[in-house]
T-cell receptor, first 115, second 114 residues
Framework: AQKVTQAQTEISVVEKEDVTLDCVYE???????LFWYKQPPSGELVFLIR??????QNEISGRYSWNFQKSTSSFNFTITASQVVDSAVYFC????????????FGQGTELSVKP | EPEVTQTPSHQVTQMGQEVILRCVPI?????FYWYRQILGQKVEFLVS????????KSEIFDDQFSVERPDGSNFTLKIRSTKLEDSAMYFC????????????FGNGTRLTVT
């Protein structure tokens, strides 16, 4: 079965706190891609990162970092020193290789960063 | 930065009416998609389109739905006879190098069926 689980429905933090958004996926294939998207209150979906299943290196982009662990089928997302502008719904998504663009999204985690 | 544009931003229609949602993908992208998000729920795949034909579609994409690329720039989603449960945000997306490359989404069209 193809499934993405984001167990945290809502997270609330105070500005400057670090926060980690969890993502666990189920696969039936060895070749797949994982994504994170951000959906701010304005509603659009903003691409953040893509990771393929053969690349387990962690990635850092500014205050954002991602931890990919195949052994636990997890692809967690950490925001360091959170800011109010980080408030959004964050979606983790999975696609199998050559599956025609069928991204499987998790339920999303709504992050609220308070000043 | 080039972006996917969708029109209208909000469409209200009566049950049973036909609607056409319009999208202009990023110009050098070859793969196009429609997704939808019912309020408060996760984003769901509807259909992917490449080389003027559907590559893959979900079980949601039944005979009431169709897609078309009528010219070199537009990509449309038609719902023939809308139902209340079609009310959702519809996202168009495009990608450059195929479905495994990042999908770039438009701002969405909120469809309200009354």
């Amino acid at each position: 079965a193809q499934k993405v689980t984001q167990a945290q429905t809502e997270i609330s933090v105070v500005e400057k706190e670090d926060v980690t958004l969890d993502c666990v996926y189920e696969t039936r294939d060895t070749t797949y891609y994982l994504f994170w998207y951000k959906q701010p209150p304005s509603g659009e979906l903003v691409f953040l990162i893509r990771r393929n299943s053969f690349d387990e290196q962690n990635e850092i982009s500014g205050r954002y970092s991602w931890n990919f662990q195949k052994s636990t089928s997890s692809f967690n997302f950490t925001i360091t020193a959170s800011q109010v502008v980080d408030s959004a719904v964050y979606f983790c998504a999975l696609i199998y290789y050559n599956q025609g663009g069928k991204l499987i999204f998790g339920q999303g985690t709504e992050l609220s960063v308070k000043p | 930065e080039p972006e996917v544009t969708q029109t209208p931003s909000h469409q209200v229609t009566q049950m049973g009416q036909e609607v056409i949602l319009r999208c202009v993908p990023i110009s050098n992208h070859l793969y196009f998609y429609w997704y939808r998000q019912i309020l408060g729920q996760k984003v769901e795949f509807l259909v992917s389109f490449y080389n003027n034909e559907i590559s893959e579609k979900s079980e949601i994409f039944d005979d009431q739905f169709s897609v078309e690329r009528p010219d070199g720039s537009n990509f449309t989603l038609k719902i023939r006879s809308t139902k209340l449960e079609d009310s959702a945000m519809y996202f168009c997306a495009s990608s450059e190098q195929g479905p495994n490359s990042p999908l770039h989404f438009g701002n969405g069209t909120r469809l309200t069926v009354t």
